[in-house]
């Protein structure tokens, strides 16, 4: 046992409101009570249900280091199992996606279950007569996870039997969601090809820290989007309209001001979001037909109010971000303390003008490819800074950027746009799910 | 000029020596001004447009990436990285001297490097080349990495 196994003390006091000890990031006590704690504990991401649209279609993937499927059962409903057949531990489903029909089947020794994780059978099963295997855990078929929930197509999950509700968990910062599924006509997204898989050597809470970080894009990416504004000048005259990829990539050196005055919105238990005011999405071009085919769904007047909300980035704590204005959605998924990988889906809205699906998946390549010239210079940054964090000497990470004493992250808040209040709000929150459920050493 | 398959040939040779070299303003040189450079997300994918790709850039996103590689604040290119292409003999699809227009597939190891780390990529290369002047010029490509759908380290310079 280390340091951090049962003392959630030591955990908590890894958090201290404007600073945040490097061992979140870098110790690997820390990443496992992650897994075992916080990722119990919270609400986390699994997939879209349009990835499994008909009865028997499944999705493997993992919740932290949980491999899970997802699957449509004969019921019609989403099931989220544990991918293990309850015999040898097999993973059932090795294919990321597919159709199992009517039941699973375990390709060592043939046991199958139902689509709800049920035992269905075994071969000769009377070799487990009179043995008690109908009393062992084993008997029952696929785990499952401890509560599952469809919010509008995106499917969450809580591994832990007890704990928070859903709704209590992510209370009004389902605005953001809601957001971007109303900006479909007919209320529905579907989810458009495979995610793009982009591998970090760091820290995944990096990554998630970054999607509200509003002083890093005119500096770690001048490379990118200040070159694209410098070529763009030679090539052209000032009147000529901007291209797609000159509307995604130009915002990216707006000044400080900018990004100060859009805002940044708090909610309790680690969950807020950039763009309040205005965004990096403010001024994409209009798309014909779309306004109108809005309209006609919600009426003139609300179909402007979803339009005119313009959020960047919206983290679900914790370790998912959406950006409503253009349907993304991106996983930071824990592999290591120092490994992650990034999968960022885009989703079509359905009923709308596919332009709009070109320009999501364009700002996906352009902007989260493992080929982007603006996701390398955010991997560099990362990975220097898990690299950094083992010079000793300072222990000590800083984000007090406009920290006010005895903050309250139980309320919405909003603030200034250039805030790291965020990032304390997720640590919060991080320090509340991981110890949960943390047993105190006994004192003896 | 009269291209025959070796010319083809050649000129396939050439441009991934130029990219090895970094010798990137001759290589956009080679490119018409409408061209797409294409590298699909999905295996066989057919849609470069409506759904997810790693890459699809016309001649200006191009010239950015080149551009970029070289400039004073380009973190990730501190210090630089370098690539290697090793090409199997190419196949000649479409030789159509009338029209000027050539298909080629081009099977290609390719080796990027920075650092301590060294990835592995096996790649299709798909060229439409078009005579325009007297010149043999890429009017797209198309760059199909075998294990697409995994997890990708930084791929930085031109596959």
Not at chain 1, 58 to 83: C, E, K, M, W
Not at chain 2, 100 to 110: K, L
Not at chain 2, 129 to 135: C, I, K, P, S, Y
Request: proline residues 5%; charged residues 25%.
């Amino acid at each position: 046992m280390g340091r951090y196994t049962e003392n959630p003390k030591a955990v908590a006091d890894l958090f201290q409101g404007h600073r945040v000890h490097r061992d979140v990031y870098i110790n690997n006590e820390i990443y496992n009570i992650e897994m075992k704690h916080l990722f119990a504990n919270a609400w986390v991401f699994v997939g879209h249900e349009s990835q499994t649209p008909n009865k028997g279609d499944y999705f493997a993937t993992q919740v932290a280091d949980q491999p899970v499927v997802q699957v449509r059962h004969s019921d019609g409903d989403i099931y989220v199992l544990r991918n293990r057949c309850p015999h040898k531990g097999t993973k059932i489903v090795i294919d990321r996606s597919g159709n199992t029909g009517k039941f699973f089947r375990c390709p060592y020794h043939a046991w199958s279950f139902k689509t709800n994780g049920n035992l269905l059978a075994i071969p000769l099963k009377k070799g487990y007569q009179d043995t008690g295997f109908s009393d062992s855990e084993n008997s029952k078929g696929m785990p499952g996870v401890g509560a599952v929930k469809n919010y509008r197509g995106f499917i969450f999950c809580r591994l832990a039997e007890q704990g928070i509700s859903f709704e209590d968990f992510f209370g009004d910062s389902l605005s953001s969601l809601d957001n971007m599924v109303d900006r479909s006509p007919e209320g529905r997204l579907e989810v458009v090809g495979p995610p793009l898989r982009y591998l970090h050597y760091c820290n995944w809470k990096m990554l998630v820290e970054n999607q509200t970080d509003t002083c890093h894009p005119m500096v770690a990416h001048e490379s990118s989007a200040g070159t694209a504004m410098k070529l763009w000048d030679e090539v052209t005259d000032k009147d000529t309209p901007l291209p797609p990829a000159m509307e995604i990539i130009a915002p990216f050196m707006s000044p400080y001001e900018f990004f100060e005055e859009m805002g940044i919105r708090t909610w309790p238990n680690g969950h807020g979001h950039t763009g309040v005011h205005h965004s990096i999405h403010s001024k994409y071009s209009e798309i014909p037909g779309y306004k109108e085919s809005l309209a006609k769904t919600y009426g003139t007047e609300k179909a402007e109010e979803i339009l005119a909300e313009n959020r960047h980035n919206t983290v679900y704590f914790p370790n998912i971000m959406i950006k409503g204005p253009i349907q993304q959605l991106r996983v930071f998924i824990p592999l290591a303390a120092d490994k992650c990988i990034v999968e960022s889906y885009i989703y079509r809205l359905v009923g709308a003008p596919e332009e709009l699906t070109a320009r999501t998946a364009m700002y996906n390549r352009m902007i989260n490819a493992p080929t982007s010239i603006v996701g390398h210079d955010d991997l560099e940054m990362y990975e220097r800074a898990q690299e950094g964090l083992h010079a000793d000497g300072m222990e000590w990470v800083n984000i007090q950027r406009l920290y006010e004493e005895d903050e309250d992250f139980s309320k919405e808040a909003v603030e200034n746009g250039t805030t790291e209040r965020q990032m304390r709000n997720q640590f919060d929150a991080w320090v509340k799910f991981i110890t949960m459920s943390m047993k105190q050493e006994d004192a003896s | 000029m009269s291209i025959t398959k070796e010319t083809l040939i050649d000129f396939l040779y050439d441009e991934a020596r130029m990219l090895d070299e970094g010798r990137f303003d001759e290589w956009l040189a080679l490119w018409l001004p409408d061209g797409h450079y294409w590298m699909p997300l999905d295996y066989q994918q057919t849609d470069p447009i409506n759904t997810t790709s790693l890459m699809y850039e016309d001649l200006f996103m191009l010239k950015l990436r080149v551009e970029r590689l070289n400039g004073a604040r380009t973190f990730s290119q501190k210090p630089k990285s370098r690539c290697h292409h090793v090409l199997q003999r190419p196949f000649v699809d479409e030789m159509n001297a009338e029209a000027g227009r050539f298909v080629t597939t081009t099977f290609m190891h390719y080796v990027e490097t920075r650092l301590d780390e060294q990835q592995l990529l096996a790649l299709t290369a798909r060229h439409e080349l078009a005579l325009v002047d007297g010149r043999l010029r890429i009017a797209n490509k198309r760059v199909d990495i075998v294990n697409c759908d995994a997890a990708f380290r930084n791929i930085q310079l031109l596959p």
